[in-house]
């Protein structure tokens, strides 16, 4: 069973290898294990900065409406926008960053051909460019 946002994504759990970029020109890579849950109205996942654990959930609401809090990066729930692209679901939503324009979180979830999952997360320039913040690749759970 899956919700209409989410066709390609059956129920179920997964567990894979997060990586977080954190330096600005995004080439040194932080690893941790993470898992992701995935109901009818919810996806939920947990993964590690060092020791501190974090956990994360995009709740899907009967208007379309999602909504995504990270207990890192995000602990206020924050409506994104739904967007069409070649991804299985992608997500957007822009944020104030101090003065200037707002920045925008990019966040696709694929499917490789393996099977595999991937749960993507990019911080977005107020002139386009994406730079990497998060990846998840997981593995379907028996």
């Known amino acids: 069973m899956h919700h209409e946002l989410l066709p390609g994504i059956e129920s179920g759990h997964w567990r894979g290898t997060s990586e977080l ?48 809090s990270d207990s890192f990066h995000q602990s206020e729930p924050t409506r994104q926008e739904v967007r069409d692209d070649w991804s299985l679901l992608s997500l957007f939503y822009s944020y104030g960053a101090g003065e200037g324009p707002d920045w925008g979180w990019r966040t696709a979830f694929s499917e490789r051909p393996d099977g595999s999952l991937v749960l993507q997360m990019t911080n977005v320039t107020p002139w386009g460019e994406e730079g990497r913040a998060v990846r998840m690749v997981l593995e379907r759970l028996a």
């Open 21 to 68: 970029w954190l330096d600005p020109l995004g080439n040194e890579v932080l690893t941790s294990a993470c898992e992701l849950a995935v109901s009818k109205d919810e996806i939920s996942y947990t993964w590690s900065k060092g020791d501190k654990h974090h956990e994360g959930r995009f709740v899907f609401g009967d208007d379309g409406a999602v909504f995504w």
